[in-house]
């Protein structure tokens, strides 16, 4: 079974002084994941939304 | 088999098809991803040389990977848009664009803050370095190309051959390490041994990762068609009874 290897959750975050690098790369991909995610569920919603008023334009 | 891939040719098909694959591709997704990400930041041991530097590569090594294969993966749907006129290969192509510009991207940052304690240096001009920056400008031109078309065909024509012409940096960016002598390192071997010095304690939770973050990629691809289908089907009755069942729902009809 894998052990958690850190002495605490401070030397979990300190990374053992490479906090800077090791966060900020899971910061960048945590990012990148969010912005590929809701980007389509935004456009999408903008795409329903305009199709919606065309048929409503075009049942009046 | 090849039934199921026709049907996926369909844009009407692809979209309700993907509509009972996306909620087990998302769980498939959460759990290798969450899994694999915990267990390389907290559970396997400290590089003897990087330290705790060394877990930026569970996210640096399948990043660059997946911006490689996602490029492939664009050029050929750009060949099967060109030869078979399949005009979802042609939206899936267009939807591999910009998130494989996203992650080459992370890719290069990633490295580049592994490189700073490392290397001393953030960007060196070395082969393989400098071959994976002209893939993101290839994805970049590829987006910047298509927006520049007001005709949907002739755009998606300028794109697949573009796309198919950058190919050939792909093998310039694998095999650069071992063509050139290059301050990145070359590829590590998979070993089963404990004493080896990428034992299996160290590569498991990278293919965790790897697979999560493949689900996440199809995830990320699937959404992307899925508008550019519901925009260049708008015309279409299903489309129409799409947007009027949305409507029933959120109450507004």
């Not at chain 2, 960016?173 to 010095?197: F, P, R």
């Not at chain 2, 489309?239 to 009809?253: C, F, H, I, R, T």
Request: glycine fraction near 8%.
């Amino acid at each position: 079974m894998p052990e958690f290897q850190f002495q605490s959750l401070a030397e979990f975050f300190a990374m053992g002084g490479h906090a800077k690098y090791v966060w900020s790369s899971y910061g960048v991909f945590a990012l990148m994941i969010a912005y590929n995610l809701i980007q389509p569920v935004l456009a999408k919603r903008k795409i329903i939304k305009t199709q919606k008023a065309r048929l409503q334009r075009n049942s009046s | 088999m090849w039934q199921w891939f026709l049907q996926l040719g369909s844009p009407r098909l692809f979209y309700s098809m993907t509509d009972r694959y996306l909620p087990w591709l998302t769980w498939f997704t959460v759990i290798l991803l969450g899994t694999g990400l915990a267990w390389g930041l907290a559970f396997t041991p400290p590089d003897y040389q990087m330290g705790e530097n060394y877990r930026i590569a569970y996210i640096h090594v399948p990043m660059a990977t997946l911006a490689m294969g996602c490029y492939a993966m664009m050029a050929s749907f750009s060949a099967g848009y060109l030869i078979w006129k399949i005009k979802v290969a042609d939206m899936i192509a267009k939807a591999c664009a910009p998130i494989g510009a996203s992650i080459t991207a992370v890719a290069l940052a990633t490295g580049s803050l592994w490189g700073i304690p490392t290397w001393g240096t953030w960007w060196i001009w070395d082969a393989r370095l400098t071959s994976t920056l002209i893939m993101l400008f290839l994805y970049v031109g590829i987006i910047a190309l298509r927006s520049a078309f007001d005709s949907i065909d002739s755009g998606a024509r300028a794109c697949a051959v573009l796309s198919l012409v950058g190919v050939v940096n792909l093998p310039i960016i694998k095999y650069s390490v071992d063509w050139w002598n290059t301050l990145h390192q070359g590829a590590s071997n998979l070993s089963l041994s404990d004493t080896a010095a990428n034992p299996p304690e160290v590569w498991i939770p990278a293919f965790f990762v790897g697979f999560g973050i493949l689900g996440f990629f199809l995830i990320a691809l699937i959404l992307r068609t899925r508008n550019e289908i519901l925009i260049r089907e708008r015309r279409s009755q299903w489309v129409s009874d799409l947007v009027a069942n949305n409507m029933k729902e959120s109450g507004d009809a």
